[in-house]
């Protein structure tokens, strides 16, 4: 998922890491500080349009590798979520780094992910810009409720449970749908999903190579 507004990440914020409370974050996790950038794969391609597959085996220096790629992969793209078929990889995972509407900062990563809306009473929908790292370029709003939970589990295997509101359970929800084969253009008209795409042929180019000279910033 693309963030709303580009900006620093500060370090010093109320922040939850993995769904529990913590003093602080750098502002690049320890995470990102050891991957590697991959390619972001783009709409049409079919990793992102079917059900990924299910983790199953747990605490392997492969998937610790791949959610530190992920990690940086996203940072270098700006942005505030990323699910592993948007690196190629048919997995149930993503990984996060993204503010709720009360400036609390939420970073982690989250394996096999199920997600629960409230009910009709106690939730609203709210419609608020999206994008996608996989539709480079373009922006869409999108209705999405306000309130959202994720479980799941942890590279080790343990429990996860990650609640969001505001934007952050826009993410929550934007990255869910990603595992499960869908993207946010799924859920346009027509018109709007033609509008994205127009969008992400127009500002593709330089998207792309704003992600470049990010990396060769972090000397990746």
Not at 10 to 24: A, C, E, Y
Not at 71 to 77: E, H, I, N
């Amino acid at each position: 998922m693309s963030v709303r507004h580009e900006r620093p990440r500060p370090v010093d914020r109320r922040v939850r890491l993995q769904g529990r409370p913590t003093d602080s974050c750098p502002a690049l996790p320890p995470e990102a500080d050891r991957g590697s950038v991959r390619r972001i794969t783009v709409v049409g391609e079919e990793v992102l349009s079917r059900p990924c597959q299910e983790v199953a085996e747990f605490g392997s220096p492969e998937l610790s590798s791949l959610i530190d790629d992920m990690f940086l992969t996203m940072y270098v793209a700006d942005g505030a979520g990323l699910a592993a078929n948007q690196v190629g990889v048919d997995l149930r995972l993503f990984v996060y780094d993204c503010p709720d509407d009360d400036g609390i900062r939420h970073v982690g990563h989250i394996i096999n992910p199920v997600l629960e809306l409230p009910g009709p009473g106690s939730r609203r929908l709210v419609d608020d810009f999206e994008g996608c790292l996989s539709v480079p370029g373009a922006g869409m709003a999108v209705p999405r409720t306000d309130r959202a939970v994720v479980r799941g589990v942890d590279k080790d295997g343990e429990p996860l449970l990650v609640e969001g509101t505001g934007y952050f359970a826009r993410c929550l929800q934007h990255e869910t749908d990603h595992v499960f084969g869908h993207m946010y253009l799924d859920r346009l008209s027509k018109r709007d999903r033609k509008d994205a795409l127009r969008q992400m042929a127009e500002n593709r180019e330089d998207v792309v190579a704003r992600r470049a000279v990010k990396a060769a910033e972090l000397g990746r």
